[in-house]
């Protein structure tokens, strides 16, 4: 059969106390997600799911952001004691709902913030393929990911951000050299001003793919740095195992 559904938030967030002149005055930030599920033969199905997000901030300057990502979006066969899925998902590993140390194929989106209430929120769908063997009482789970991806994190530009607000515009100035000479540094420091404008002006994806020059120790996204996992559950007899 065919299923879909949807959901929609809305959030206005104003700052009520003013402790820099960066800092945003009034957030509004919207989220809008679609998924469809069609299962089209007995043993096989397939999800279709994507995710806008945009947001307005208000401070110094006007700013807006927006992010359209393919949530879950996979297909999967299952035959009796075995299931195979593949394409963009999430997965849940460990027994601790709120914070599980083996909880680490995803990677997070800090940019959503963490206090969605539901840790999943955050995960950002990983092109993975994912094996399962469900020999009661033992499962086992084999999983491949095959290009690394990093955690999304909002380096500046926002209140939340590793450089909070005014950080950066403090910081780029400083790096200007004085020649000495009237002339020379004016030029220079009109310069420095639309790079300084340049770089804080960048959309939120170019922001993302800043990561890859201030994090050094990241790997390439190439299939030779991708991933592979497994799991053997044990749940019977009132006791519930996990050997990772």
């Given amino acids: 059969g065919l299923s ?28 809008l997600s679609f998924r469809v599920k069609h299962t089209f033969a007995d043993d096989a199905r397939y999800a279709i799911g994507a995710r806008l997000r945009w947001q307005l901030r208000s401070g110094d300057r006007l700013e807006a952001d927006l992010w359209l990502d393919l949530e879950p979006t996979w297909f999967q066969f299952r035959r009796r004691w075995f299931t195979l899925r593949a394409g ?6 460990g027994r601790n709902l709120l914070l599980s140390p ?49 955690m999304r994190v909002a380096w500046y530009g926002q209140d939340f951000s590793v450089l909070r607000p005014g950080m950066l515009e403090g910081i ?22 639309r790079i300084v404008d340049a770089i804080t002006g960048l959309d939120a994806y170019a922001r993302d793919g800043l990561q890859s020059y201030l994090v050094t120790s990241l790997p390439e996204e190439l299939p030779w740095n991708g991933d592979l996992g497994g799991r053997v559950g044990f749940t019977g007899r009132g006791v519930d195992g996990d050997v990772y």
């Fill in 88 to 93: 963009l998902q999430t997965n849940k590993w």
């Fill in 102 to 150: 083996t909880d680490i194929v995803n990677p997070l989106d800090y940019t959503r913030g963490l206090s969605t209430g539901d840790p999943a929120d955050a995960k950002i769908a990983t092109l993975m393929v994912k094996t399962t063997f469900d020999l009661s009482p033992v499962t086992i789970d084999l999983l491949f990911t095959p290009f690394f991806q990093p």
């Fill in 4 to 31: 879909y559904g949807g959901t929609f938030s809305t959030t206005v967030a104003p700052d009520l106390r003013m402790e820099g002149e960066y800092e945003d005055r009034l957030a509004w930030r919207n989220d």
């Fill in 172 to 193: 780029l100035p400083t790096l200007r050299p004085d020649t000495g000479s009237g002339l020379v540094d004016d030029e220079l420091r009109r310069a420095s001003d």
